[in-house]
């Protein structure tokens, strides 16, 4: 099946800095990715998805300048917390479509465990 | 857009019973529904999935029925294990926007020995 490698796993930084996360396709090319963000015990919530070539389109209520999103080629998307305070503290999860048709089913990568002191 | 509402919240069950979880959704052009398991700390992983075409599907001791005139369908899972303690979540999805799914709240399934 189709692989989704992201990275890094945890991530703690200081607040006011920005913090990058990979999300890799692996196997297979991703136009498409989606970035969704976890509170602990809660759902995932969609923030935005991810385009190669374009731009993102973010959901609303999500801060585009704070949370920039880059698909910089068919296999990679990137996710960047700018300015990052403890609020933002929380678990974010790529995922992106298969290549079958007719299936929406969705591979999701490790996630990246983000904590701001 | 669309809204999916997932109960039980919280589910507690006997090594051997059956579990059931149930989800609602508001758009009625939604034609898949996925059920995706997560354990603490990993990614979901797929477990059933379902297509507006079709009113029940089976996979071992895993089934999911849809009823498209509610719009809701549910997950059912016999002869539960310990292992299938987790996080459940379903999902629906339009088709329109490939891949783009929205998600219920979860229901924590615990089965205990």
């Known amino acids: 099946g189709a692989v989704v490698s992201q990275h890094p796993s945890r991530v703690i930084c200081k607040s006011g800095t920005s913090v990058k996360i990979e999300c890799r396709s692996l196997?297979?090319?991703?136009?498409?990715m989606f970035w969704y963000r976890q509170f602990p015990k809660q759902s995932l919530m969609l923030m935005a998805t991810s385009n190669e070539g374009s731009k993102a389109t973010y959901e609303q209520g999500v801060e585009k300048d704070k949370f920039l999103i880059n698909h910089a080629s068919l296999t990679l998307s990137t996710l960047t917390v700018t300015s990052a305070h403890p609020e933002d503290s929380s678990f974010y999860i790529c995922?992106?479509?298969?290549?079958?048709?007719?299936?929406?089913?969705?591979?999701f990568g490790e996630g990246s465990r983000l904590t701001v002191l | 857009g669309e809204n999916v509402e997932q109960h039980p919240s919280t589910l507690s069950v006997q090594e051997g019973d059956s579990a059931v979880i149930k989800c609602t959704y508001s758009d009625s052009a939604s034609n898949y529904f996925p059920w995706y398991k997560q354990e603490l700390g990993k990614r979901p992983q797929l477990i059933i999935d379902i297509r507006s075409n079709v009113g029940e599907k089976k996979d071992q001791r895993i089934a999911v029925t849809l009823n498209k005139t509610a719009k809701h369908f549910s997950l059912h899972i016999t002869e539960t294990q310990p292992e299938d303690s987790a996080v459940y979540f379903c999902?629906?999805?339009?088709?329109?926007?490939?891949?783009?799914?929205?998600f219920g709240q979860g229901t924590i399934l615990t089965v205990h020995p």
């Open positions: 999902a629906a999805s339009t088709g329109t926007s490939y891949g783009k799914l929205t």
């Open positions: 196997d297979f090319q991703a136009t498409t």
């Open positions: 995922s992106a479509p298969g290549t079958s048709p007719n299936t929406g089913e969705l591979f």
